[in-house]
T-cell receptor, first 113, second 115 residues
Framework: AQSVAQPEDQVNVAEGNPLTVKCTYS??????LFWYVQYPNRGLQFLLK????DNLVKGSYGFEAEFNKSQTSFHLKKPSALVSDSALYFC???????????WGAGTKLIIKP | EAQVTQNPRYLITVTGKKLTVTCSQN?????MSWYRQDPGLGLRQIYY???????DKGDVPEGYKVSRKEKRNFPLILESPSPNQTSLYFC??????????????FGSGTRLTVV
């Protein structure tokens, strides 16, 4: 069965510092990996996805994610955090053997001035 | 503007009173889905639809119904709401749910409280 884990309920980062939000997954077949962001009182917005190709994927708002097949991870990163990055971040996975998206529980990212 | 529109945004209702949450998309997407979001549980899929007249259960379908009579609309029906259905609900659509998932477009959410 497919699964995805976001091991941290909350991540706290000082403004200007690099940030990482972790995601690990388990699938049969080749994974398709996604990051979404949810701002307060808003729906989820697509950030980036990995389907195939370069392991480093660049997305919206300066975010990027690195696909690591051996570690089955897809961590979200940003070199310099902004207070406005504070939000709830969701990792999701599907695969070429099961197209249904499976969602992580979400990680609350807090950027402090 | 390409979007998924949900209504209402907020709803407080009483136990047992039937309600419908509407969802409409203007992107000619084939795939539509309903999720509920609860603290610490992430998004859980209620029902999904691969195309018109094709619907299927997700992970938590009990107490919910859906229909897909037109491509653009995918209403969520609670025939007899109960307090454990108090949650934040999201409708989402995608061009296709097949290989190389295109990613979803989400509505703004409906916060439902059942008392």
């Amino acid at each position: 069965a497919q699964s995805v884990a976001q091991p941290e309920d909350q991540v706290n980062v000082a403004e200007g510092n690099p940030l990482t939000v972790k995601c690990t997954y388990s699938v049969s077949g080749n994974p398709y990996l996604f990051w979404y962001v949810q701002y307060p009182n808003r729906g989820l917005q697509f950030l980036l996805k990995y389907i195939t190709g370069d392991n480093l994927v660049k997305g919206s708002y300066g975010f990027e994610a690195e696909f690591n097949k051996s570690q089955t991870s897809f961590h979200l990163k940003k070199p310099s955090a902004l207070v406005s990055d504070s939000a709830l971040y969701f990792c999701a996975v599907s695969s070429d053997s099961n197209y249904q998206l499976i969602w992580g529980a979400g990680t609350k990212l807090i950027i402090k001035p | 503007e390409a979007q998924v529109t949900q209504n209402p945004r907020y709803l407080i209702t009483v136990t047992g009173k039937k309600l419908t949450v509407t969802c409409s998309q203007n992107m000619n997407h084939e795939y539509m889905s309903w999720y509920r979001q609860d603290p610490g549980l992430g998004l859980r899929q209620i029902y999904y639809s691969m195309n018109v007249e094709v619907t299927d259960k997700g992970d938590v379908p009990e107490g919910y119904k859906v229909s897909r009579k037109e491509k653009r609309n995918f209403p969520l029906i609670l025939e007899s709401p109960s307090p454990n259905q108090t949650s934040l609900y999201f409708c989402a659509s995608s061009l296709s749910a097949g290989v190389r998932n295109y990613g979803y477009t989400f509505g703004s959410g409906t916060r439902l409280t059942v008392v």
